[in-house]
């Protein structure tokens, strides 16, 4: 099976030191395979993050290597990811995104799979939010104004879940408590690993 295809992109401030080496590793132990990067040392673009013109170098990149992400170690915006991803025709993260990944991958325990599902409900959140502002910029929908957005639908969706995920790690810790509680009366020994 084929890897995906990943090129990796910063954007710094001058006299910042660079972290793609760190990044080639993450992508690395993602699963991806490491096809080019793009650096580029300025202030961020509040469109792409880099400048329009190093925006327009990655997605000639990105077509040339045939890559299938594009990986930022800068944080993106909910627009700046919308943004490159139009540009570029592929699915734009950034590192917070990627590190997600490398935990939902390794999370073997139920419990490790909800914590990592919760994160990344966390982090969707957010972008949620700021999914609704844009569209609020707009024109109300529905007749008269009075309908809701898919945004806030959306957004109102992530919300139940991420409730949903907090009780279900509370009934595990609860029942972790009540077998270590067990244990305990029993004289089980509690041995700890360091």
Request: charged content about 35%; glycine content about 6%; proline content about 4%.
């Amino acid at each position: 099976m084929r890897r995906p295809r990943a090129v990796l992109v910063e954007r710094r401030l001058p006299g910042q030191r660079s972290y793609l080496d760190e990044l080639r590793a993450l992508a690395e132990a993602a699963g991806y395979e490491v096809v080019g990067t793009v650096e580029q040392v300025r202030k961020p673009d509040p469109r792409y993050q880099i400048g329009e013109g190093k925006a327009r170098e990655l997605a000639e990149l990105v077509k040339e290597l045939r890559a299938d992400v594009v990986i930022f170690e800068n944080e993106l915006k909910p627009v700046q990811a919308y943004n490159l991803a139009k540009l570029t025709g592929v699915e734009a993260i950034d590192r917070f995104q990627l590190i997600l990944q490398i935990f939902a991958q390794r999370a073997i325990t139920r419990e490790a799979q909800l914590q990592v599902k919760l994160a990344a409900l966390r982090y969707e959140l957010v972008r949620a939010k700021e999914k609704v502002r844009l569209a609020k910029k707009g024109e109300q929908p529905g007749f008269m104004g009075l309908g809701k957005y898919e945004a806030d639908i959306y957004y109102e969706m992530i919300r139940r879940q991420i409730a949903t995920i907090r009780r279900k790690l509370e009934r595990i810790r609860r029942r972790r408590e009540l077998h270590r509680g067990r244990r305990r009366e029993l004289g089980y020994p509690s041995v700890s690993l360091s």
